[in-house]
T-cell receptor, first 113, second 113 residues
Framework: GNSVTQMEGPVTLSEEAFLTINCTYT??????LFWYVQYPGEGLQLLLKATKADDKGSNKGFEATYRKETTSFHLEKGSVQVSDSAVYFC????????????FGGGTRVLVKP | DGGITQSPKYLFRKEGQNVTLSCEQNLNHDAMYWYRQDPGQGLRLIYYSQIVNDFQKGDIAEGYSVSREKKESFPLTVTSAQKNPTAFYLC????????????FGSGTRLTVV
């Protein structure tokens, strides 16, 4: 079946630092890939997505590229702000294992001023 | 604007009581989902429904029940059989296209007192 593995947190960094959160997946077929963000006490919001190999999703300064050869979808941001402090979830949907969304375990990011 | 609404935002339950969490969507989505999130943890699927009048157990269905009498609504009942119900509960909905992710509500925080 499908599975998603992302780096464990917490990731603590200073404002304006570069952020990378690694995400790798296991799936047969051609799933769509997603990053969600959860701010404290809130639900999950879709941050960005990519639906085929080599697609780059981007939003709010965040980017991730669908790399089929390495089965990865790493999230990056060049200069983080305190307001980026949140939990980030990598997820996939589709492929041969069906249509339910499969989540990684989440990575907590804390940005200090 | 279309969206998904969970209510109440906070809920307190006495030991031995059943409580029902509401989830309503006006996105015309066929599928709806309930997740449980414990502090610092990822998401665990409780129940899901892909069509009206049909639903399936997720990974942690024991002690919970659901109904899907209308497309727009998917209430979750936390029964007295659920031994540790204190958690953050998230409802989500989706259409059938794998290229799209899920839309999440803002969550209900349930506390047993």
């Amino acid at each position: 079946g499908n599975s998603v593995t992302q780096m464990e947190g917490p990731v603590t960094l200073s404002e304006e630092a570069f952020l990378t959160i690694n995400c790798t997946y296991t799936a047969t077929g051609y799933p769509s890939l997603f990053w969600y963000v959860q701010y404290p006490g809130e639900g999950l919001q879709l941050l960005l997505k990519a639906t085929k190999a080599d697609d780059k999703g981007s939003n709010k300064g965040f980017e991730a590229t669908y790399r089929k050869e390495t089965t990865s979808f790493h999230l990056e941001k060049g200069s983080v702000q305190v307001s980026d402090s949140a939990v980030y979830f990598c997820a996939l949907r589709g492929g041969a294992a069906g249509n339910k969304l499969t989540f990684g375990g989440g990575t907590r990011v804390l940005v200090k001023p | 604007d279309g969206g998904i609404t969970q209510s109440p935002k906070y809920l307190f339950r006495k030991e031995g009581q059943n409580v029902t969490l509401s989830c309503e969507q006006n996105l015309n989505h066929d599928a709806m989902y309930w997740y449980r999130q414990d502090p610092g943890q990822g998401l665990r699927l409780i129940y899901y429904s892909q069509i009206v009048n049909d639903f399936q157990k997720g990974d942690i269905a024991e002690g919970y029940s659901v109904s899907r009498e209308k497309k727009e609504s998917f209430p979750l009942t936390v029964t007295s059989a659920q031994k540790n119900p204190t958690a953050f509960y998230l409802c989500a909905s989706s259409d059938s296209e794998a290229n799209y992710g899920y839309t999440f509500g803002s969550g209900t925080r349930l506390t047993v007192v």
